[in-house]
């Protein structure tokens, strides 16, 4: 008897034909922009890892909301709006624990229009309590994603090796050491930067699923790595579960999903070669709603933001920041006094830092906070004059800055 195909929806069609389109149509908005000439500069900038301003990169950011948000209009025209309604109440159909690093873009804002899915930005990709899995459906998926030449793997590699003597433990503090202690000990311990990456996503990712089967949760959580050359332009998403080698159908999406991702960055001559971002984005997922990326919400391809995450409902609450995404704000803006991205860090960084949320009291509340429990990024942002506050709309996906 011959088995009949699933019938293919008329949504799922129209969020095929868009990500295959998403090239073209994005290159078509910002070439018919009115502000034609600031989208050309940063692009320029970025490829070429130059600093562009704190009011530049603002600027940049609401033009690339501009188009997000025409995007979520049109679905909403032929789908109707369901893309803020409480349908993730039910948990995620897609839990992803991914670095901080700007490279690292796997979903553009039709997979979000897809299915729900939920990340969690940490350096080193530690899964701690594994928090981000938590939250998935009785059928939901993780993905712990590793990357080429993670910086927080080196720093936790050089932790582990004796590589902080007495001249550079200027190096280590309290939130450089949350990102460190992250990482398993024999997993710093290797040599070589892809192997130990491709370690660490292992090692996470059954983690994870041994917290998971704790619980009784029979959710899986699997490894994959994102990998590059030293050309900087030929991207690869790995497979890497060392018990499951058929890889499971959901990888298919994150891979095209990259490859559109990068395409288009490499057609703007950007590469993953060297770190670079334009911002450093300081938010919670979970606050945010069904699109809950800055890199959605602000159209960014890759290399252009370094995004951590937070949990805000903690400190609305009267709750503190925490230790390791602090640290990672401080590892990408100021550390070792300029910061190890280059355009927000690096020399002449901009040191611009996006809080993005959807409470204007929330945004406050957390950059008093950011500036009064780290003084060294208090003083490189100018007492925070170059950190932004982006207020977000989730029901009309819309950005202000206050």
């Given at each position: 008897?011959?088995q009949?195909s699933?019938?293919?929806s008329?949504?799922?069609v129209?969020?095929?034909e868009?990500?295959?389109?998403f090239?073209e149509?994005?290159?078509?908005f910002y070439k018919?922009?009115?502000d034609r000439g600031?989208i050309d500069?940063?692009?320029t900038a970025?490829?070429k890892?130059q600093?562009v301003?704190?009011e530049e990169?603002?600027r940049f950011?609401?033009?690339g909301?501009?188009?997000?948000?025409g995007?979520?209009?049109?679905?909403?025209?032929?789908f109707?709006?369901?893309l803020?309604?409480?349908e993730?109440a039910?948990?995620?159909?897609r839990?992803?624990?991914?670095c901080v690093?700007a490279r690292?873009?796997?979903?553009?804002i039709f997979?979000y229009?897809?299915?729900?899915i939920?990340?969690?930005r940490?350096a080193?990709?530690g899964?701690?309590?594994g928090h981000?899995?938590r939250?998935?459906?009785?059928?939901?998926?993780?993905?712990?994603l590793a990357?080429t030449?993670?910086g927080?793997?080196?720093?936790?590699?050089?932790a582990?090796?004796?590589?902080?003597?007495?001249?550079?433990?200027?190096?280590?503090?309290?939130?450089?050491?949350?990102?460190?202690e992250?990482?398993?000990?024999?997993?710093?311990?290797i040599?070589?930067?892809h192997?130990?990456?491709?370690?660490?996503?292992?090692?996470?990712?059954?983690?994870a699923?041994?917290l998971?089967?704790e619980?009784?949760s029979g959710n899986?959580?699997y490894?994959a790595?994102?990998k590059w050359?030293?050309?900087?332009t030929s991207?690869e998403?790995l497979?890497l579960?060392?018990?499951h080698?058929?890889?499971?159908?959901?990888?298919h999406?994150i891979?095209?999903s990259?490859?559109?991702?990068?395409?288009?960055?490499?057609?703007?001559a950007?590469?993953?070669k060297?770190h670079?971002a334009?911002?450093a984005f300081?938010?919670?997922p979970?606050r945010?709603?069904?699109?809950?990326?800055?890199?959605?919400?602000?159209?960014?391809?890759?290399n252009?933001?370094?995004?951590v995450?937070e949990n805000?409902s903690?400190?609305?609450?009267?709750?503190s920041?925490?230790?390791s995404?602090?640290?990672?704000?401080r590892?990408?803006?100021?550390?070792?006094?300029t910061g190890?991205?280059n355009?927000v860090?690096g020399?002449?960084?901009?040191?611009?830092?996006v809080?993005?949320?959807t409470?204007?009291?929330?945004?406050r509340?957390?950059?008093?906070l950011?500036?009064e429990s780290?003084?060294?990024?208090?003083d490189?942002?100018?007492?925070?004059?170059t950190?932004?506050?982006?207020?977000?709309?989730?029901?009309?996906?819309?950005v202000s800055?206050i």
């Open positions: 008897m011959t009949l699933k019938p293919v008329p949504r799922e129209y969020i095929n868009q990500k295959s389109q090239g149509r994005r290159d078509g018919a922009h009115s600031l500069s940063v692009h970025v490829s890892l600093v301003s704190t990169v603002r950011l609401l033009i909301n501009e188009r997000a948000v995007l979520v209009k049109e679905y909403e025209t032929n109707g709006s369901r803020h309604g409480p993730w039910g948990g995620y159909a839990g992803i624990k991914e690093d690292v873009i796997t979903t553009t997979d229009m897809r299915r729900t939920v990340h969690e940490t080193g990709i899964v701690r309590s981000v899995f939250q998935l459906s009785a059928d939901g998926i993780g993905y712990v990357h030449g993670c927080g793997e080196k720093v936790a590699h050089q582990q090796n004796g590589g902080f003597d007495a001249q550079n433990m200027h190096l280590r503090d309290a939130h450089i050491d949350r990102i460190i992250s990482i398993p000990a024999g997993i710093g311990r040599k070589d930067p192997q130990r990456s491709k370690a660490n996503a292992i090692i996470q990712a059954h983690i699923t041994l998971l089967q619980e009784g899986h959580v490894p790595m994102l050359d030293d050309s900087g991207i998403v497979w579960s060392d018990v080698s058929v890889e499971h159908p959901s990888i999406n891979r095209s990259t490859k559109i991702l990068w395409e288009c960055a490499v057609d703007l950007i590469t993953s060297d670079y334009l911002a300081y938010y919670d979970y945010l709603g069904r699109i809950n990326s800055p890199h959605a919400i602000f159209d960014l391809l890759p252009m933001g370094f995004a995450t805000f903690q400190v609305e609450s009267g709750g920041l925490s230790g995404a602090v640290g990672s704000l590892y990408a803006v100021s550390h070792a006094d190890h991205v355009g860090g020399i002449g960084g901009n040191k611009t830092i809080i993005l949320d409470s204007a009291d929330v945004l509340k957390v950059k008093q950011l500036c780290t003084p060294e990024l208090r490189q942002t100018r007492n925070g004059d950190i932004l506050l982006a207020l977000y709309d989730p029901a009309t996906k819309k800055f």
